[in-house]
Structure formats: structure tokens, C-alpha cells
């Protein structure tokens, strides 16, 4: 499986300021994802980080909330701009293993950057 | 619509107990994941299930499918403290969602006490 990490680990920060999060994979991937997790929730999914283009958003969420960017096939950003405390939640890039056929269709987690937001 | 859904939400045992966790879903599937969040972690995945699957093992672990009843079970044996955490199952997306868009239940809370 892949390797993924992601800086910051945590975060406090304060009402109306931005956050970039970054997704580091050690491999190649196509596919690429950004998730949401409000506490005591399940995960959401944000975006699609499609490299080289822009990303694909999901229903509930826009670029200029939550502005991405993949310049290659290995690393990722994710913006949360304009904080309020709603936005407080664990935020979680994924990757989909296509590095062979076992790995296909599998989605592998970062840690997770866990953001407060006061 | 959300796919997979967790029950019960907290399950509480004794070490050395099996645990079983089940996950209903809504829609046809291609496969079936889970996976383990130890608190406000990342996820560590755990098994993936193809819907032409029934059954999988994978150490302490058994996953079964049934397509039919649009619902999976996960049984960890002898359970340890270290297994302690929320676990997850997440369905692939229906036609016309997102490519590779995963949906998420609510998850299990188990708790192994020693």
C-alpha cells in the first residue's frame, strides 16, 4: 500500500483565516480525494483532485470555500478559506491503489489533519 | 442517498470476545470496504469485498456479503484492547456518481475492554 501523509497534523485557527493542508503519496496515483469528517460524523467527501485540471466538487461544496491543487501525479492541497467554527472537523485526503491489481479499487487514508476552528 | 450504515453504533466486550459489526447498504454495489479509525485518526483499511464475494478472511477477521439482503457483517475473533476503535464500512458509488467516490455510514464505536 501507499505511504500518505499530511501536514499539519493539527491545527487551531481562528475565525475568518485560511488553512492550506497538504497530501504527500510516496507512488504515483491517478485518483485522488479529499474528505470531511465532522466530529462524531462519518466522512464526507469533498472533492475529486484531478491532476492538471480543476477539481471536481461535490454537491454542498465549492472551489472558492475549498480551493484544491494537484500539480503531479504524487501531492495535493486543500484550502479552507474563510473559517468559521463550523468548519472545525478532521480533514483526510485518500488515494486509490492502482499500482496493481490488488490494490485496484482500494482507497488508502492520510492520517487526517485535525482543524479547530475558533 | 448515503450507502452503508453501521449497527449497532457501540459495541462493548470483554477481551478474548468475538465482536460483529453489520453494515446495510441502499443500492447495487461493485464492492464493499472496511475500514478501522483509532480516535481522530486516519482510517486503516482493512478488507475489501467484491460483490461476486461472500466471504473473506483476513487474520482475525471475516467479512461476509450478501448482496441479496444488501448488507454486510465484519467478526474480529479473540478480541484485544488494541482493537478498540470506530470502524467503518464504506460502499463504492452507484452509476452515475462520482468515479470512485466512496460513501461512509456512521460506524461502530467498539470498545474491548481487558
Known amino acids: 500500500s501507499a505511504v500518505i501523509s499530511q501536514k499539519p497534523s493539527r491545527d487551531i485557527c481562528q475565525r475568518g483565516t485560511s488553512l492550506t493542508i497538504q497530501c504527500q503519496v510516496d507512488s504515483q496515483v491517478t485518483m485522488m480525494f479529499w474528505y470531511r469528517q465532522q466530529p462524531g460524523q462519518s466522512l464526507t467527501l469533498i472533492a475529486t483532485a484531478n491532476q492538471g485540471s480543476e477539481a471536481t466538487y461535490e454537491s454542498g461544496f465549492v472551489i472558492d470555500k475549498f480551493p484544491i491543487s494537484r500539480p503531479n501525479l504524487t501531492f495535493s492541497t486543500l484550502t479552507v478559506s474563510n473559517m468559521s467554527p463550523e468548519d472545525s472537523s478532521i480533514y483526510l485526503c485518500?488515494?486509490?491503489?492502482?499500482?496493481?491489481?490488488?490494490?485496484?479499487?482500494?482507497?488508502?487514508f492520510g492520517p487526517g489533519t485535525r482543524l479547530l476552528v475558533l | 442517498s448515503q450507502q452503508g450504515e453501521e449497527d449497532p453504533q457501540a459495541l462493548s466486550i470483554q477481551e478474548g470476545e468475538n465482536a460483529t459489526m453489520n453494515c446495510s447498504y441502499k443500492?447495487?454495489?461493485?464492492?464493499l470496504q472496511w475500514y478501522r479509525q483509532n480516535s481522530g485518526r486516519g482510517l486503516v483499511h482493512l478488507i475489501l469485498?467484491?460483490?461476486?464475494?461472500r466471504e473473506k478472511h483476513s487474520g482475525r477477521l471475516r467479512v461476509t456479503l450478501d448482496t441479496s439482503k444488501k448488507s454486510s457483517s465484519l467478526l474480529i475473533t479473540a478480541s484485544r484492547a488494541a482493537d478498540t476503535a470506530s470502524y467503518f464500512c464504506?460502499?463504492?458509488?452507484?452509476?452515475?456518481?462520482?468515479?470512485?467516490?466512496?460513501?461512509f455510514g456512521r460506524g461502530t464505536q467498539l470498545t474491548v475492554w481487558p
Open positions: 464504506a460502499t463504492d458509488a452507484d452509476r452515475g456518481s462520482t468515479l470512485g467516490r466512496l460513501y
Open positions: 443500492t447495487s454495489i461493485n464492492n
Open positions: 469485498i467484491r460483490s461476486n464475494e
Open positions: 485518500s488515494v486509490e491503489g492502482d499500482w496493481d491489481r490488488v490494490s485496484q479499487e482500494t482507497q488508502y
